[in-house]
């Protein structure tokens, strides 16, 4: 029997949050865009690049990328966690998606405008351990925390998870803007240094839950079974009776709505900063840092406004805020409105994704062993939701050449997600009624 609410072993599984947290900071938001933009942007083609004999605008090639990583991890999660609960195989997975993770990131260390085709493939590589490292680490929440305190240790993983990606990306801030104090010629040599510390830190940190999480158990019925048996019974369980849970479908649908307009939002903002307002890299990313720290508090702050408001009356305030937010960004001309749009959107952003999680998990059957295939449907749907995003966002700009017509997309996103969410609280009142 597993002992929840264990304070070592809920701190050991937040430090996994703190390891793969840089990738998310230094890869996706701040140096790696700023970096690419930079290098892929030239006199002769302008911000053109030619990827295996194909042109493609740069952002658009790069969101096309990580849409792709993201689609093959939505057909590959539910399939895998599914192995994983039948097999108690979810640390084995876990572990395996950090170190192809980890090592990609390594990989990037070697990334020029040269070799662009092998760059693009670790950036995929990369946030394709990310994604795997994530759903299995999301799957230990319930098993780890009891229903009253998913809440507060959804939001201790994000806390730690922007601790520890600050204090790796003010190191990596010490290099790009101070190379000269590691004598340090080459422009894109401190970039690269980011790049190999974000694999290392990863890689390090991750042994620390990697060693505290409790063993799996495989279950009963499918040990002697296949893996194909084994794999696809165990999704059908979970499929059939993830279908009969009304609520957690309805949350499943408003999730991918508003996920759609958070994650591309966090995904393209560093690009539109760079692109649209022209800022240098080191105000850029000076914004990411101010909505890492801000999103601390946002996530503590929801946390403790969900056990007087509940969950979903609270995601319905934030998504409201984040439509707010879009209108706002579309008419930003100068840096200062940028940093002020910065600190609000750190706020929500810490709040929504530790709220989101929890509201989940505190929904999944409490005594279920299949905690992976819950989450690999949560995790399928939120990259999914990524996927859209980021296309439509891509295709927006390559058709308009204009990354603020992509902004509308995003309210609109919003809105159908505020929807659902005004919808699940009916749900939430009839199943409250009837007990």
């Known amino acids: 029997m597993i002992e929840k609410d264990n304070k070592k072993t809920i701190r050991s599984w937040a430090f996994f949050d703190w390891a793969n947290s840089a990738y998310n900071l230094v890869i996706t938001s701040t140096i790696f865009p700023v970096y690419y933009v930079a290098i892929t942007t030239t006199k002769s083609h302008g911000d053109e690049v030619i990827f ?15 849409a792709f990583a993201y689609l093959l991890m939505v057909v590959l999660l539910p ?227 969900a056990k007087k408001m509940g969950n979903i009356n609270l995601l319905i305030i934030v998504v409201l805020v984040w439509v707010g937010c879009c209108i706002y960004g579309y008419f930003i001309i100068n840096s200062t409105q940028f940093y002020a749009l910065a600190a609000i959107v750190g706020l929500i952003m810490g709040g929504i994704q530790s709220l989101s999680r929890s509201t989940y998990s505190k929904h999944i059957p409490e005594n279920t062993t299949d905690t992976a295939s819950f989450f690999s449907f949560y995790d399928a749907t939120e990259k999914l939701a990524i996927v859209i995003g980021l296309f439509s966002f891509a295709f927006i700009e390559g058709l308009t050449h204009n990354m603020r017509q992509s902004i509308i997309a995003l309210a609109s996103f919003f809105i159908v997600g505020l929807v659902f969410l005004v919808f699940l609280k009916k749900i939430e009142r009839n199943e409250t009624a009837k007990l």
Do not use: H
């Not at 295996?52 to 952002?59: A, E, L, R, V, Y």
């Not at 009253?148 to 240790?153: L, P, W, Y």
């Not at 079974?225 to 949350?251: C, D, H, P």
């Open 79 to 305: 399939v895998l966690s599914s192995y994983a609960d039948a097999k108690g195989k979810k640390k084995f997975f876990m572990k395996l998606f950090t170190y192809i993770g980890s090592f990609a990131c390594m990989g990037l260390f070697f990334f020029k405008l040269e070799t662009l085709e092998a760059g693009i493939i670790c950036f995929v590589l990369a946030a394709m351990g990310y994604v795997g490292g994530v759903m299995f680490n999301n799957a230990y929440l319930p098993i780890i925390a009891s229903t009253d305190n998913q809440d507060k240790v959804s939001a201790q993983g994000f806390s730690y998870g922007y601790v520890g990606s600050v204090i790796l990306q003010l190191i990596c801030f010490v290099f790009v803007l101070k190379p000269e104090l590691f004598g340090i010629t080459d422009k894109s040599l401190p970039a690269q240094i980011s790049f190999l510390l974000v694999g290392i830190w990863w890689f390090l940190f991750a042994q620390i839950p990697f060693k505290a999480l409790p063993k799996d158990v495989p279950n009963a019925g499918s040990v002697n079974k296949g893996i194909i048996k084994s794999s696809f019974g165990e999704f059908a369980k979970v499929w059939n009776q993830l279908r009969q849970m009304k609520f957690l479908k309805t949350y499943l649908i408003a999730f991918f709505f508003y996920s759609m307009g958070v994650q591309t939002i966090m995904l393209a903002a560093a690009g539109f900063g760079a692109k649209v307002l022209k800022m240098e890299s080191g105000s850029l990313i000076a914004v990411i840092l101010i909505i890492q720290l801000v999103a601390i508090l946002g996530a503590w702050m929801m946390s403790l406004l």
């Open 52 to 66: 295996f004999g194909k042109t493609f605008i740069n952002t658009v090639l790069s969101n096309y990328a990580l």
